[in-house]
């Protein structure tokens, strides 16, 4: 029962109780995520942290606002809340049966109901939840993303929703099909343990608030968190977005199985403030589903997953930088925002079994993609683009003739902002970190010999993008390269006046006699042991006119080793002297050249040299003007 008053209001929730309830599910999921990081085993989970945690009521609606998680919906579809019983622990991967949830096969997902007493029965209340990238679940190629796929059947184990723990008892023969299955079985199966383990220690813990406080008003809380949340959005953000009907496309670059080509995802945003659901998403437009991994199943539980994994762009447009970290992102949101999807058979609509392993550059795109249409909504009041993850890795075999696999997330420069430069080497999911020098050199037959920020990528502006990794490995003994990764030819685009990014690359050799570049999905590039293999990720996309920036922070960043010398002239419009000041007479004559020679009619948005390539010629399209 009820041990605290309840306030009058729309939830009837005690606003003292709420904020005990909101700091205590943030606690539980930062605790459940620390505890897997601490007691998981493969480098991807417990030294990239690739890997979320959520909390989500009997509804199915998630609370925690702290980062994405996958949807308990595909769970509760196949296994009904009433045969739920404590110390069950729920596993799904499949993608095609998860809703939307989970993208790609590697991404294993844990579910564990949480109890209370309701009427002197066990009743499911809450769900806790855990789902992250794995090393390997079979599949064609080591890491299960092969890049020339053509079937999910290439890709991995698929797993659709089953009991994976019955009443604390673990069911052994499937995690035995499951670990047969990877190439790194014992890094699989002691991965699975610290996601069940730390999944039933949160169930465990939120299991104790609705004991302290009552079912009644523990819900009560949820439904004010989510309606505070669902206010502030509409309110403080959507209102910052005039009515009206907004178009724009942005593009992945190749498949792995066709020629590079512009693979279109287009969004048609409409804003009415003065309806229930003020902001829809349209994404009629949106080019066929490709041939190779690169669809995402987004269709789905009207696409529910998408409208959170999208929701964080819309936080650009608080009042203030500080306002936008404050504001989290859980199912308040959803009320607010209409999907629409094109018939079945699009790059976001996927027939089974179209491969999805890649889908990445589907949905990091659409991110950019919602943030271009927004820019030209509010007349460029969002950053310029950014590309923040792929996957590149080194497998082969140690000393001792086993399998290894070193892959990493590595993150890139974030989008020039109207307010301040992009960020360097972030990455897209939260908390995430490339691997410790350390930890490569003393676990793999590899040697870090540089680290550092990739010189000129991030794009010039008023405000410059972020500038991404340059990262060079050598291979001790023989070994072979992957990389999953778009951005190699078209880059993060600038906008309101700023500049592309330099785009992702990676080279073999680098200044040697078999110097060669790496095409940026591929499987198996040979490295025969003591090569170099050099990758460079990419740069964030500049916002503003770049012959605008200050002579002292183009001198700043010459000297932070961010921007070249040559970079400085050519980007920036600046003359630097050889004693490394600059000249600022000469500056200002080149400045005013190069403001002379514009035509005026450039796009808001500059998408690099690479589109050009893609398009026939083209250097933008229809929706990039204003």
């Not at 997330?409 to 430069?421: E, H, T």
């Not at 000297?559 to 600046?574: F, H, I, L, Q, T």
Request: hydrophobic content about 40%; proline content about 7%.
């Amino acid at each position: 029962m009820d041990r605290l008053p309840r306030a009058d209001g729309a939830t009837g929730a005690d606003p003292v109780l709420v904020e005990i309830v909101a700091g205590t599910l943030a606690a539980i999921e930062k605790e459940v995520e620390t505890s897997i990081g601490r007691t998981s085993r493969s480098p991807m989970i417990r030294d990239a942290h690739d890997f979320r945690a959520g909390i989500h009521d009997r509804q199915l609606r998630k609370l925690t606002g702290r980062s994405y998680s996958a949807l308990v919906h595909p769970v509760v579809r196949d296994h009904p809340i009433g045969t739920m019983n404590p110390g069950d622990v729920f596993f799904h991967n499949d993608v095609y049966l998860s809703e939307g949830g989970i993208g790609h096969l590697p991404d294993l997902c844990v579910t564990v109901p949480v109890f209370a007493d309701v009427d002197g029965a066990p009743t499911v209340v809450a769900f806790v939840q855990a789902f992250g990238h794995h090393d390997d679940i079979g599949g064609a190629v080591p890491g299960s993303m092969p890049s020339a796929a053509t079937s999910v059947y290439e890709e991995g184990l698929m797993v659709p929703p089953i009991k994976l723990w019955d009443r604390g008892v673990r069911n052994e023969a499937a995690l035995r099909i499951m670990t047969r299955n990877s190439r790194m079985p014992d890094s699989l199966a002691a991965d699975l343990d610290a996601e069940c383990s730390a999944c039933l220690a949160g169930a465990r813990r939120l299991g104790e608030l609705f004991d302290r406080y009552g079912v009644a008003a523990v819900e009560a809380c949820f439904e004010a968190i989510l309606a505070a949340s669902t206010e502030v959005y509409r309110r403080e953000v959507l209102s910052q977005i005039p009515d009206g009907t907004y178009v724009w496309e942005d593009y992945a670059e190749h498949d792995g199985v066709e020629p590079p080509k512009l693979h279109r995802q287009r969004i048609t945003l409409t804003m009415d403030s003065t309806a229930d659901v003020p902001l829809v998403v349209d994404f009629t437009g949106t080019g066929p589903q490709a041939k190779g991994p690169i669809n995402h199943c987004g269709d789905y539980a009207d696409g529910n997953f998408l409208k959170k994994w999208l929701a964080p762009i819309l936080r650009n447009l608080a009042e203030t930088p500080e306002r936008m970290a404050q504001l989290d992102v859980n199912e308040g949101v959803v009320p607010l925002i209409e999907m629409r999807f094109p018939e079945k058979g699009t790059l976001l609509t996927p027939v089974f079994p179209a491969p999805t392993n890649a889908r990445t550059f589907v949905i990091l795109r659409l991110l950019g993609v919602l943030a271009g249409v927004l820019a030209k909504a509010t007349g460029g009041r969002m950053p310029a683009d950014q590309e923040t993850i792929r996957y590149t890795g080194v497998y082969g075999t140690d000393a001792d003739g086993q399998p290894y696999l070193m892959r990493e997330v590595l993150g890139g420069g974030s989008g020039g902002r109207y307010y301040a430069d992009g960020e360097d080497t972030i990455h897209v999911v939260p908390d995430s970190r490339n691997l410790p020098t350390e930890f490569t050199e003393s676990r793999f037959p590899l040697r870090v010999e540089r680290l550092g920020l990739a010189l000129d990528s991030g794009g010039p502006g008023r405000y410059r993008g972020g500038c991404g990794y340059e990262k060079h490995v050598r291979v001790l003994r023989d070994a072979h390269f992957m990389s999953i990764a778009d951005r190699s030819i078209l880059s993060c685009w600038g906008v309101n006046g700023g500049r592309a990014g330099r785009p992702f690359q990676v080279t073999v050799d680098p200044g040697g006699p078999d110097e060669h570049d790496v095409d940026a999905l591929a499987d198996a590039e040979p490295l025969p042991a003591g090569t170099v293999v050099r990758i460079r990720t990419t740069g964030g996309g500049g916002w503003g006119d770049p012959l605008g920036r200050p002579v002292e922070e183009v001198l700043r960043d010459v000297a932070w080793r961010k921007v070249s010398v040559a970079g400085a002239r050519e980007d920036y419009g600046v003359v630097l002297r050889d004693d490394g000041t600059a000249d600022h007479a000469a500056t200002a004559a080149l400045r005013e050249e190069r403001c002379a020679a514009r035509t005026g009619d450039e796009p808001f948005f500059d998408r690099g040299p690479g589109y050009a390539l893609l398009s026939g010629g083209a250097t933008s399209n229809e929706f990039d003007h204003l």
